[in-house]
């Protein structure tokens, strides 16, 4: 909404917490800039019948769907997965630094280039030409998104819940539409599996860009934050 859009070319930070410590359920929260913007209310079970069921098998997508749909114009940095809710004070700065949290995946560009920081081997495959520039993952709508050559493993969160960050900068002149930031996504060959665990993306409502995150614990449904 244009309280909180972030298509003005500029900078921002964008946290999404999935909360799995409430009650029996979960929720989801979304922050932009430090300040939250919205929060579900309980998610509800996946086909499994477990609404904390993070398979295995889920790679981390960056500027687009596993299948390169709804492709992001933009740049992002400093992409962060850490377990637990973390509180604003934690979230990582423009500037690459890093609160005293230890990240599950951490991918800070510049001279790391591909490679996950957290130590736990997370390591992007090779980007085409000119996908990294000026420090950053930089996207111009085409070509295929940023993927972990491993799946991310995030059952270890089923009982701390997690928090997904990083920085954006979209363009004013960016396409309309979805556009894909971050997808956990699973593997379409293996059953109940289909759809993504979660996905972060920037939407275009009534030409005012607001960050949208969504929650997909079953291929089935979509949690709008």
Known sequence: ??????GDGEWHHVAFIFDSTINS???????????????????????????????????LYIGSRNNAQFRFSGELDNIRISTGRLAPEQFIDRDGTVPQVAPLAYWPFGSA????????????????AGRLANGAASFDGSG???????????????ETGFTAEFW??????????TRILLEHSADSSVSQEIGSTFYIAANDMSA??????????DGLKQYHV
């Open 1 to 6: 909404n244009a309280e909180n859009h972030v």
């Open 25 to 59: 359920s979960a929720c989801t929260t979304l922050y932009v800039d430090g300040t939250k913007v919205y929060t579900t209310s309980t998610v509800g079970n996946n086909a499994a019948g477990n609404q904390r069921y993070f398979p295995a098998n889920k790679k």
């Open 113 to 128: 280039g591909i490679a996950d920081m957290s130590g736990n081997g997370n390591d992007l495959i090779a980007p085409p």
């Open 144 to 158: 295929l998104p940023l993927g972990t050559r491993l799946p991310v493993d995030l059952r270890g969160c089923t």
């Open 168 to 177: 954006m900068c979209l363009p004013r002149e960016a396409a309309t539409g």
């Open 208 to 217: 005012k860009m607001s960050s949208v995150a969504h929650l997909d614990a």
